[in-house]
């Protein structure tokens, strides 16, 4: 909008009237007036200054004060003589300038309502004299600095509004005076910290909207004791997590709006009962387990995605009052990769795409096609084009839009560009907008994203149209590559295109473009309900010559899958297929019935689980007691022969960070998203193997185990590696996929500080990995742990890398994120939690002070008992096999050196053997001799000059050379391990 000039605005001065009247306004509160006015640069119209009296016409009679027609508008009250104003609106007039000191003259005003500006500078102190104040209204304005306490003196205030402002500092706690307080907006203001407790006191508060700030903490309890609740919208809260447990006294809502906000749990199953909910937004959180079943008459909007609920995409549908919404696959779990669940099985033929967003073909004058994507796409869509070249989905629906449009339209003439009729339309979303490529070619691409903004004003007009954001994020590949990207920001205003470039590989034949809100921008700005990603189009070229042949792999002659080269070479770990495809070949040992367990287990989870981030199963072959699976092969081999291998290649940092993405997207797939479920139960950097691209590909299933809803698991037989087993797992056999989390968690440090979890090499304080990361965290030196071969990277995210991990390596279950939200963190969707508290196991236990076998002493010793019908020498003797049941220890084991056991042989079995003997009550002597004498011919045989390093939550085996210590009695329990 543009303001007229100085010399055509004459701003109508009100006068103090002679004439003969009853009653008329005081000169005070006219001169403030006027200069009120003056400086705002307005006038009164002619409705209610009559003859020069201000308190006359509208202003004393029945007309609306909304009315369009009454702007500028006063309304007075009058006594016998004298008229006070009482309230004043300028209303989305644009106008420019302060709030100045004359309006603290207007003592008497009980309704201020200015939003829809551009009022700039702070908010004045002396606002909080005006004592009479109901309500106080100035959104949408370029109001900046702190919110006064001032404000908490306007005891009678019911409105409270000043969302969309550029305000700073936290929300002042003497707010919580306001008792009388009904509504309460704000929303985009800029504020941060943590909501006052003193809000405690607000218990008339009807509607809150919170959204789009920088506050912390949780959600407070006491808002459930706010009965009166109608609408209710926090999010984008950081820090602390919260449930939905405080919702089930607020029986009155209608809007429920929590969306970014840290919550878990679960959905309380009577929710839908609530007799009057109208809109449920509870997407970007964590809640998990199923839906509830929907009663509700009223819910008309429902947005659940990006959580982790459990449900049959295939043919669940939410019903509401105005529709059946299907809920399509991939929808539930945005982040977690479930988009390869969304893409068809197209062969490949192709090595590059274009689509015009929203609009018809084009053709550009360098010859680019640009394909039509003018689909009517709804809130939960997903789209092949006829030509199965590429797809398109939305997720969202429109909050506060009666017709919701995914297609924007404009006629302007879009700078900075030689083909502006690319930019005429553009496809919008309210959530989640996805583009996929189907059936490229592998290899490296260069994605070509245009943009432009059309429906806001340009800033340099400084009119509240102009104070609209919109800011999303985008995701290449399921990696984050832009976060709170504001178009207009970044092209240098509206109408002015922008183009987005990125270089990726495409390895698995598919590649995905995903634009996402994230719940960050202005919602009401040009209208109501206005906000989410918007794109014009986009184009994706190869960055190599196309080598596609039209033939599919798929449809390539093959004879089995299973059928191998007579003489292939499984010693060696590779075989061929008949086509001459190199595969990875285990060969599985039938001499134990764990070896066959391993097998089965093996086949039926790994065959009907396919990631990208896992490792692929192309068959099996069973002949006599042989038993052989046959795996892609990944020709850079495992994570931890690179990282600690003397011939591993050097990852640099943006690699490292994609193999914690990568790993943590395949460990969440397998807990919330396979079907069964599964726990791998093996986490570590031997079981991560990484493909040409460096891609992170987890493997060894063999390992895993099944578990139901119940998400709990005593288990009988604690499978895993020393180093990365969690401490409840390990001491009671408590199996959930927290276990998981928390071997994730080591080999996360591993691979920000290129090191294995133990290394006896290093002096006292580095020795244990945790031990070391917990000691630069608590001296605010984290980033020392990075690998010094690493010399440039990302601070920010390597900050967070090591947050996590900490989160993860957290004591009790309870305290360790979810893999989904691992994954949401690594991206910096939600915040890293703070880590406050180190983990017990390092706290409790003194490993300086370990007695009897294991001494400081250089002598290795060990005590181990349990069943001997599960023993299972690992190939790479990197496994073990507890008895939770037992008073037991294995011998500590570093990854890349063989067990203890091992090395001494067959003489600890006879040792171990005289041990069962001695119980025998009736044949103690005898026993008690023969054990004596075993046990001495195990140490004759098993001698040997070894030594071996690693840990059980710390716990080394010392070198040898030193004295040693008699070995403990079969009843008594290793030193300090009591306290675990």
Known sequence: MISPSNEHVQVMRIRISTASKSCFCDGETVNALNSLFEQWDTQAVGLWNLS??????????????????????????????????TQLRVYALNKKGVIPEVLAALKYLTFLKIDQNYFTGPLPAFIGNLSALKGLSIAHNAFSGTIPKELGNLKELTLLSFGVNNFSGTLPPELGNLVNLEELYINSCGLGGEIPS????????????????????????????????????????????????????????????LRNALINGSIPSDIGELPTLNRLFLGNNSLSGTLPEQKSNTLQTMNLVANNFTFDSSNIRIE?????????????????????????????????????????????????????????????????????????????????????????????????????????????????????????????????????????????????????????????????????????????????????????????????????????????????????????????????????????????????????????????????????????????????????????????????????????????????????????????????????????????????????????????????????????????????????????????????????????????RVAGTIGYLAPEYAMRGHLTEKADVFGFGVVALEIISGRANSDYSLDD????????????????????????????????????????????????????????????????????????SKPSYLTDMDFKDITSSFSTENTPASASTGDSKSKNKSQHHNSIDLSPGGDQIHSPLNITEPRLSDLIGDGREYWKMGMVVVISLPLIIFCFLLGFGCYYLGRYKGRQDVRTNAQVFGVPIPPPGTASKPPPPPHSKPGNLENV
């Open 52 to 85: 020069g009296e201000p308190c006359s016409g509208s202003a004393i009679d029945q007309t609306d004060f909304e009315d369009p027609d009454n702007n500028p508008a006063i309304k007075c009250e009058c006594t016998q003589t004298t008229c006070h104003i």
């Open 198 to 257: 003193t809000f405690a006191n607000l218990q008339r508060l009807r509607v809150l909207w919170a959204s789009d700030d920088s506050f912390t903490g949780n959600i407070p309890d006491f808002i459930g004791n706010w009965t009166g609740l109608t609408s209710l919208r926090i999010s984008d809260l950081s820090n602390m997590s919260s449930t939905l447990d405080f919702i089930k006294n607020l029986k009155n809502l209608t809007d429920l709006n």
């Open 320 to 716: 509401l009052s105005t529709e059946k919404l299907p809920m399509q696959s991939g929808y539930s779990t945005l982040y977690a990769s479930s988009s390869s669940n969304l893409v068809p099985d197209i062969t490949f033929h192709y090595a590059n795409f274009a689509i015009k967003c929203g609009g018809p073909e084009m053709r550009t004058a360098d010859g680019t096609i640009y394909e039509a994507e003018n689909s009517s796409l709804s809130a939960a869509s997903f789209s092949v084009t006829s030509t199965e070249k590429w797809a398109v989905s939305n997720v969202g629906l429109f909050a506060d839009r009666r017709s919701p449009e995914y297609v924007e339209n404009t006629l302007t003439q879009v700078l900075s560009t030689n083909t502006p009729e690319l930019y005429q339309t553009s496809r919008i979303s309210p959530g989640s907008l996805r583009y996929f490529g189907l059936g490229l070619e592998n290899g490296l691409y260069t994605v070509h994203l245009l943009f432009a903004e059309t429906a806001f004003a340009d800033r340099s007009s400084q009119t509240w149209e102009s104070l609209g954001r919109r800011v999303f994020d985008i995701y290449i590949q399921g990696s984050r590559q832009l976060k709170d990207f504001d178009i207009s920001k970044e092209a240098g205003g509206v109408e002015r295109s922008i183009t987005r470039t990125f270089n990726v590989t495409v390895s698995e034949n598919h590649l995905e473009i995903h634009l996402f809100w994230a719940g960050k921008g202005t919602c009401c700005t040009p209208v109501q309900g206005y906000y989410g990603p918007i794109i014009s189009a986009l184009n994706v070229v190869p960055g190599f010559t196309p080598t596609v042949s039209g033939i599919p792999p798929s449809t390539r002659k093959e004879k089995s899958r299973t059928g191998m080269v007579v003489g292939i070479s499984v010693s060696a770990g590779v075989g061929l297929l008949s086509d001459g495809r190199a595969v990875a070949v285990k060969q599985l040992s039938v001499a134990s019935n764990q070896g066959m367990s391993h097998f089965i287990t093996e086949i039926a989870t790994i065959s009907a689980v396919q990631h990208c981030n896992l490792v692929k199963l192309y068959g099996c072959c069973i002949e006599g007691n042989r038993r052989l699976l046959v795996y892609e092969y990944l020709e850079n081999k495992s994570l931890d022969k690179n990282l600690f291998g003397k011939d591993g290649m050097h990852l640099d940092w943006p690699t490292r960070f994609n193999i914690c993405l990568g790993t943590a997207r395949g460990l969440a797939y397998l807990h919330e998203e396979s079907s069964p479920r599964i726990i791998h139960r093996d986490v570590k950097a031997s079981n991560i193997l990484l493909d040409a691209e460096l891609c992170p590909k987890i493997s060894d299933f063999g390992l895993a185990k099944l578990y139901d809803d119940k998400k709990t698991h005593i288990s009988t």
């Open 765 to 836: 304080k580095r020795v244990y990995l945790l031990e070391w990361a917990w000691t630069l965290y608590e001296s605010r030196q984290s980033l020392l742990l990075m690998d010094p071969s690493v010399t440039e990277f990302d601070e920010n995210e390597a900050l967070r890398v090591i947050g996590v991990a900490l989160l993860c390596t957290q004591a009790s279950p309870a305290m360790r994120p979810t893999m989904s939200r691992v994954v949401a963190m690594f991206t910096g969707d939600i915040e890293v939690s703070t880590v406050t």
